[in-house]
């Protein structure tokens, strides 16, 4: 249903190759599927770079459901977690798609207003936690490296062990709120501490 698909292309950013995010009223992410034992690799390392944030951005609003950047951390189908009736939601998925839908996400996002370090729901579906990482303008135009201990934040928003991780993907999109930004992305790492 998305009409506009944000653009991403790899450009040299002081000698090194990055992934540039152009969005104008637009969504889509760039998605690595990765199986990674998140006890094994709990720590996530990545750098990004926003030029501007949303007036718009909400993140407890559908409409306002729109970031600069965010990194999504996808976690495998875990049947034994899901009733009788989710169970069926993931079997037909499975039948259109040919594999089961991730179980859960976790969603480090640089939002517009929200304080860092909240912790809520996406407003379209409680299986994504979105966790801001970055907020504000105050650190527009640099590049800022985040480490975050992915096995400690799905304890934390989910109450509960972590299946394995089953991909991890970049995102930059305005489709809701209808602005635009340019936004840039380096290396994603996983380390065991």
Known sequence: KIKEHTLYNLVEDNGVMVVKA????SASGLIRKIEIDPKL???????????KI??????????????????????????????FF???????????????????ALNYIWASKAPEGTIVPNPYTDRTMMIVVQSGAKKLNN?????????QDYKKAFGEE????????I???????????????????????
């Not at 690799?41 to 030029?51: A, I, L, Q, S």
């Open 143 to 151: 590049w800022v490296e985040e480490v975050r201990n992915v096995y």
């Open 41 to 51: 690799y709990p720590v996530v390392m990545w750098r990004w770079k926003v030029t």
């Open 86 to 104: 989710e169970k069926l939601k993931y079997e037909t998925a499975k039948t259109f798609y040919g594999e089961y839908p991730p179980i859960a």
């Open 22 to 25: 152009t969005s104008n009223a």
């Open 162 to 169: 972590p299946p394995h991780i089953s991909g991890v993907a």
């Open 54 to 83: 949303y007036e718009k951005g909400d993140v407890t609003k559908k409409e306002g459901d729109d970031y600069p950047a965010r990194i999504y951390i996808t976690f495998k189908y875990e049947p034994g977690k899901l009733g």
């Open 171 to 193: 995102m930059t999109d305005s489709d809701n709120t209808k602005e635009s930004s340019v936004s840039f992305f380096g290396d994603i790492i996983f380390r065991k501490n």
